[in-house]
């Protein structure tokens, strides 16, 4: 993607969450040099990679496969993996009508997808195998606002704006918005977008940016790279 085009999305981005009511944090509005100026005070934002995300996975198609992220709170992963701290994590996400968020599954976070509002969010589900791998075959259960409701292979949830699903560990999952654009919540244990996102197909993660324009702000895939300690 063009990092002037990411520029664009991120002030269209931060324009829908205001109209929806929610105010981001301060530093959601620090340029790259404050931040960079103020990278020792705030090394737990970086390092537990809080921020503005934006993706295409890798496919240059960001209309028709991408999704737009705001991380807002974050903890460690080895927080998680010794089972105490801050073992939490919260995100607002952008999906476009008909922009489709790839199938895929997490190891190790559980999350309550939630729509916030807008249009419709579609969730399309598929079960594991007995190694974890997608199973075209299968279902399996999740939770849509705390009620128990088993699923079959390829069935599609369509929540309306209030209305949430909780998705464990090997629940496969693809999700787009359906008659317009859709602001989703995310409330999940540690988000590790690095190592925790198992796509079906060979795609990637993070976009390849081709640095057409200087970023009005850093997106957390750039603070590797540019807030090195």
Request: charged share 30%; glycine share 12%.
């Amino acid at each position: 993607m063009k990092r002037s085009r990411i520029n664009q999305l991120i002030a269209e981005g931060a324009e829908t969450i205001a109209r929806h009511g929610f105010a981001l944090p301060p530093f959601a509005r620090w340029s790259p040099d404050e931040l960079a100026a103020r990278a020792d005070e705030a090394r737990h934002v970086i390092d537990a990679r809080c921020g503005w995300d934006v993706t295409d996975y890798g496919a240059g198609r960001y209309a028709e496969m991408g999704l737009f992220l705001f991380t807002l709170r974050n903890g460690l992963l080895s927080d998680l993996q010794r089972g105490g701290g801050m073992c939490y994590a919260e995100k607002l996400l952008i999906s476009g009508q008909d922009q489709l968020s790839p199938m895929h599954t997490h190891r190790l976070k559980a999350e309550d997808i939630i729509n916030r509002g807008g249009a419709t969010l579609v969730v399309e589900l598929y079960g594991s195998d007995d190694d974890g791998g997608f199973a075209e075959d299968r279902g399996g259960r999740v939770w849509l606002d705390g009620i128990a409701r088993d699923y079959g292979p390829g069935e599609k949830l369509r929540l309306e704006p209030g209305e949430s699903v909780t998705l464990r560990p090997g629940d496969w999952h693809a999700f787009w918005g359906e008659g317009g654009e859709v602001l989703i919540g995310e409330v999940s244990t540690v988000n590790d977008d690095e190592t925790d996102n198992v796509f079906r197909d060979p795609i990637g993660r993070f976009s390849e940016i081709e640095e057409d324009a200087p970023p009005t702000h850093l997106l957390v895939s750039d603070y590797a790279a540019r807030l090195a300690r």
